[in-house]
């Protein structure tokens, strides 16, 4: 069955079949002993440079100063690494509270507005290439702290949307100097299309399931209807918050985001309302869908009784008859006939012919 597709077109936790795996611990930055720890990656665009004078290797002693002269700065964090992690705190002086919620591997899709900055908690999702489930999903949570003129990524390991975006200012340096807004932009943009190769395999995955259930009928196929509805559901929890953080980027005033910066937001808003309603019409087709397996199961069941019932109703004539003629009397009719045995025979064909041209009038059969 043809759909219309989303059209537009990442992971460092896994979630088998969709579902979000309970967190116990909290992820704490950690280093190995003997080893200097990794930089964290800073892009900087000094005022009025051009696009040959963009730093692509800003040193942390050199993050402060980068912050006070109000050039366009991006510096991405690894919070696995103590060092870099301890750089929300010294050079940018973020609140605890937020520095706290970038340890957290389960924290929700947020934004919130502290003085001097915004943050953001983005969801970023992918599905799994390197287990055998389909359906398993993976996940990673993206915080990202808007400051004047400076952009803090915070993410644990490596994300697919944050390397796309670093290799698209490699080879265009002058988007920074547009602001850290618009880099924000292209971050959440990227992060948020990643979400429609996913609905193209989820649309593979129901036309599959509609062949076997409707085609050939596969007794199976309940169990992977299940997995691919859990999977919708799944990313629409993912999704659903990130509504909410994308309206209040687009509408609501603020002295980071200019309002001309706002127009590309909204861009990033239609597409999560795109995804949205392709989720809720997954939603719907795969209930119709199971519906109709159990629809189809209960219809082969009853077919299975009838017959079951059409050959118990044929064999009350040889049933009767028979009981009859073999009680332990002494005197029997056509006991002592020699050719009583084929008359009774006969006369149970016959009843049974009879009932079956009885069935057959009343259409049962």
């Excluded at 002993?33 to 290797?57: C, F, I, K, Q, W």
């Excluded at 395999?201 to 509609?210: N, R, S």
């Excluded at 077919?303 to 050959?311: D, E, I």
């Amino acid at each position: 069955m043809a759909r219309a597709r989303g059209g537009r077109g990442g992971r460092s936790r896994r979630h088998g079949v969709g579902v979000e795996r309970p967190v116990t611990e909290r992820v704490v930055p950690s280093s190995v002993p003997g080893t200097p720890d990794p930089l964290p990656r800073a892009m900087y665009h000094p005022p009025g440079a051009n696009s040959d004078g963009v730093e692509l290797a800003c040193q942390p002693r050199d993050l402060p100063d980068r912050v006070a002269s109000g050039g366009p700065l991006w510096v991405d964090i690894d919070s696995t690494v103590r060092s870099q992690h301890a750089l929300l705190e010294k050079v940018f002086h973020l609140h605890p509270l937020a520095i706290e919620d970038t340890l957290n591997p389960s924290s929700r899709v947020k934004l919130e507005e502290y003085p001097g900055f915004v943050y953001v908690v983005i969801r970023a999702v992918s599905l799994a290439t390197d287990t055998e489930d389909p359906y398993d999903l993976s996940s990673t949570d993206l915080h990202c702290f808007l400051g004047p003129s400076w952009l803090v990524t915070v993410h644990a390991g490596a994300v697919a949307p944050v390397e796309q975006v670093w290799a698209m200012l490699q080879r265009t340096p002058e988007l920074l100097a547009r602001g850290p807004e618009r880099t924000l932009h292209a971050i959440l943009d990227t992060t948020i299309d990643a979400y429609f190769p996913i609905l193209d395999q989820v649309d593979e995955f129901i036309d599959g399931l509609e062949e076997r259930v409707f085609v050939r009928f596969d007794e199976h196929a309940l169990r992977d209807v299940f997995h691919v509805k859990r999977l919708v559901l799944t990313l629409r929890r993912y999704l659903q918050p990130s509504r909410e953080v994308l309206n209040v980027l687009t509408n609501r005033p603020s002295p980071l985001v200019a309002p001309e910066v706002q127009v590309y937001f909204r861009d990033i808003y239609d597409h999560v309302l795109r995804i949205n309603d392709a989720l809720d019409t997954y939603r719907d087709l795969l209930s119709s869908t199971m519906d109709s397996y159990l629809t189809q199961v209960s219809n082969r069941l009853g077919a299975a009784t009838k017959r079951l019932s059409v050959v118990a109703t044929l064999s009350l004539p040889f049933v009767t008859v028979s009981g009859m003629w073999g009680m332990n009397f002494v005197h029997m009719p056509l006991a002592s006939w020699p050719h009583g045995f084929w008359l009774l025979l006969g006369v149970q064909v016959a009843l049974a012919a009879v009932l079956l041209f009885v069935l057959r009038r009343r259409a049962i059969v």
